[in-house]
């Protein structure tokens, strides 16, 4: 898939997997590991914290007093979702060269970091990340909310072509999965320093419209938002 020139302001849903489909996150350590990278990676600066030298981490707290200047943000980071073997992200690029800057530093520290810890060497993903342009309002929305639904394939791996078995279960999934920004949208203070929510938040009157939104999905929102990207 051929990537789309990379426009400030413009919104793109970036992803991309693992290496033959294997996992990325093998456990807690590592997703924290990656969350910490979102935030500290997304700046014009480079990151000199000897933190990320080390790979035994002693901290799961995203730490935002580690960085000693303002921050000058290369994208906004509107949603976030991680899964065992790719992750997604919808993205706001706000400097020239933004996106492709932040996933180069992204990819490149956490494949470091992966491959230190588990004793391995080659790439950790499946080839450069794959980026699509967000062309339109509706496209947005569904878009976050097709990344926010992705963690109820770990319990119904079927449920994007047949529907949610149970969806008190599912629901109940969405509050408790740590691993996306869904919670910080419906006000639960999960990883609040990593997104900036404002702009989807203007479709929404409020965190609860936002969580109603979510789960009103239709399995035909599914099929069109599939049809253009490849997981």
């Avoid at 990819?107 to 810890?117: D, E, I, L, V």
């Avoid at 079927?158 to 109940?172: E, Q, T, V």
């Amino acid at each position: 898939m051929k990537r789309p020139p990379f426009i400030n302001s413009h919104i793109y849903h970036v992803y991309n997997r693992g290496v033959e489909k294997r996992k990325i996150f093998l456990d807690n350590q590592d997703r924290f590991r990656f969350i910490h990278d979102l935030y500290e990676f997304n700046d014009t600066e480079s990151a000199e914290n000897l933190y990320y030298k080390r790979a035994s981490l002693q901290s799961y707290e995203v730490r935002p007093h580690k960085i000693n200047h303002k921050r000058k943000l290369l994208v906004e980071i509107l949603v976030w979702c991680l899964m065992p073997n790719h992750f997604h992200l919808l993205l706001r690029q706000r400097k020239d060269d933004g996106i492709t800057l932040f996933m180069q530093k992204l990819g490149t520290g956490y494949a470091m970091y992966f491959n230190q810890k588990y004793h391995r060497v080659g790439p950790l993903f499946q080839g450069k990340f794959k980026a699509i342009l967000v062309e339109n309002d509706n496209y947005l929305t569904h878009l976050s909310r097709y990344i926010h639904l992705n963690p109820i394939k770990l319990i119904e791996p079927n449920w994007k072509m047949s529907g949610i078995k149970n969806l008190a279960k599912s629901n109940k999934l969405l509050e408790k999965y740590r691993w996306t920004s869904y919670l910080d949208y419906i006000g639960k203070k999960n990883f609040p320093s990593i997104t900036q929510r404002d702009f989807i938040n203007e479709y929404f009157e409020n965190s609860k419209e936002y969580k109603k939104f979510i789960q009103e999905w239709t399995l035909s929102e599914i099929d069109y938002i599939e049809d253009l990207i490849l997981e």
